[in-house]
């Protein structure tokens, strides 16, 4: 069975560091903040909501990050729903403050996941998924590079309580190079 190594990813200012009971605080007070941004996510005001991914971190089911640029505390991510028979896994439960929204942010993240996903781990398939009603979400994740493999229908919860559908992207290893190159271009790396 895949078990992820607590590991820190870092690019420049951004570094995402593996959630700590310390981090639980400042971010529920974030999300919080951030309420209405956060619809399309259930429980991250919630105390159990960030308990529950450390119990999680410590069973090795996954890999929950606090993002952080420079000393700033923006928001979380993680890995998750390693697939061992592949090896797979998936990204998401990312948030960020609103403030970090269309900075690009979000694309220094995931590279820096992807990159640690196909070229450490040796996975073969990362996948993305997002709520249908969430268009900036799925913006982003098409921004990526990422393929939008389909359509998952009354999968999710959102925290309004309506059902909603959600769309499944992915990345695989033979598509990472390429993308990889794009991406680094886009930081002019």
Known sequence: MFKPQLVTLQRGALRLEPLSDADIPALVALAEVNREELLYMSG??????YRSALADLREQRALPFVIRLGDELVGTTRFADF?????????????LDHNQHGSGLNTSIKYLMLKHAFENWGMVRVQLKTAASNLRSQRAIEKLGAVREGLLRNHRRLADGRLDDTVLYSVTDLEWPALREVL?????A
């Open 184 to 188: 680094e271009a886009g930081f002019g």
């Open 83 to 95: 697939m061992n028979t592949l090896p797979a896994c998936e990204i998401g439960w990312t948030w």
């Open 44 to 49: 991250t005001q919630r105390l159990d909501w």
